[in-house]
């Protein structure tokens, strides 16, 4: 991937309770909803604000990042917001790439850093993203612009199933639920229906503190499209009921 990738039905698990999907994407706009059914327009670079984050602000002038990232490469962005005629100017830099753990794994990451006016020490506002090219999205996000300040990790990437017939939507659950269920770490399990394009491989692995009652185990798909292109999606499933729920999909909401 060579920069954020989205595609409808994809749904994003977070540690602060919030389930985002994807309703549709255009050449560089993507469309959200939420668990509560709120929907918003975004760009596909996530560091750009939308009306979303800042209800009141509008982008007024932009300098996008060029992807794939390198360190060192830079963005800009100006904020108008209408109540108060302030124009906020924020500049963003990549600093460098780590080694991130979230509950959804570890992931090599760039970190980029988008400061409010030209503080190079960075004590004026300041978002940071953790973004893993592995799945063409952010894998932590701390905002300390917010009042309360926010955080968020990254728990589990659904992938999307618009269009499956049920049959194969349950096929999928269950080939999840036998992996988690049959296999030790590591054993791969593959599943494919004549109803979809796509055939997966399911890699269970460890257990994982969610916060959630019962069991939760870390678990990765590989979708491997009809022209043998990979995507990964990363998951967590917990048992309810002796069945294995992976959170964030339509089973489990």
């Known amino acids: 991937m060579a920069g954020p990738f989205y595609e409808p039905g994809d749904a994003y698990v977070y540690t602060d309770g919030q389930v985002e999907t994807v309703l549709s994407t255009s050449e560089s706009r993507v469309t959200w909803r939420d668990a509560k059914g709120e929907q918003w327009s975004a760009d596909f670079d996530f560091t750009v604000p939308t009306r979303r984050s800042d209800p009141e602000a509008d982008v007024a002038s932009l300098q996008s990042f060029t992807w794939p990232l390198r360190v060192g490469a830079r963005a800009s962005y100006t904020v108008k917001t209408a109540a108060s005629d302030h124009v906020g100017h924020w500049q963003c830099v990549v600093e460098g790439r780590e080694q991130t753990a979230v509950v959804a794994g570890t992931f090599d990451s760039y ?3 988008c400061r409010q006016g ?3 020490l960075g004590t004026a506002a300041s978002r940071t993203w953790y973004y893993a090219p592995a ?7 701390v905002d300390n612009a917010a009042n309360d ?12 199933e618009m269009g499956w017939p049920p049959e194969a939507r349950t096929g999928l659950e269950w080939a999840v639920s036998h992996a988690l269920d049959a296999q030790p770490g590591g054993q791969a399990v593959p599943w494919q229906s004549s109803a979809v394009a796509a055939r997966f491989v399911i890699e269970p692995g460890s257990e994982v503190d969610v916060g959630q009652s019962g069991e939760c185990r870390r678990f990765k798909q590989t979708r491997i499209a009809a022209d043998t292109t990979k995507r990964v999606y990363p998951g967590v499933a917990c048992r309810v009921q002796s069945r294995w729920r992976p959170l964030g999909s ?3 909401s």
């Open 111 to 113: 970190k980029i850093v």
């Open 118 to 120: 030209d503080d190079p």
């Open 135 to 141: 799945i063409g999205h952010y894998v932590r996000y």
């Open 149 to 160: 300040g926010r955080s968020r990790d990254l728990v589990a990437v659904s992938p999307g």
């Open 250 to 252: 339509a089973a489990e």
